[in-house]
């Protein structure tokens, strides 16, 4: 059985960084594209970035040129290294692989 579990959320001035986590556990790793989603209150869920096992990236238009997705085989996690934060990006980010989903972590960015 999958499990992701994210953790690195939290409040952040604007123009600020944070680095999110998500470590996976009971599957093979590394041939799965991994994906940031985030979603806003009263937003619909959406796509923030995209890894593949090789390494190849996509990322949102919304985050393009700030946020980096990176992942770590070995170590089966993925990281979002988040950069000039701005209120917009506040959501609960979630960590997804397949049709599984970790339960999020909350990003709060203050004006």
């Known amino acids: 059985q999958v499990q992701l579990v994210e953790s690195g959320g939290g409040l952040v001035q604007s123009g600020g960084s944070l680095r999110l986590s998500c470590a996976a556990s009971g599957t093979i790793f590394s041939i799965y594209i991994m994906s940031w989603y985030r979603q806003a209150p009263g937003q619909q869920r959406e796509l923030v970035a995209s890894i593949t096992g090789g390494g190849y990236t996509n990322y949102a238009d919304s985050v393009k040129g700030r946020f980096t997705i990176s992942r770590d085989n070995a170590k089966k996690q993925v990281y979002l290294q988040m950069n000039a934060l701005n209120p917009e990006d506040t959501a609960v980010y979630y960590c997804?692989?397949?049709?599984?989903w970790g339960k999020g972590t909350l990003v709060t960015v203050s004006s």
């Open positions: 997804k692989m397949q049709n599984s």
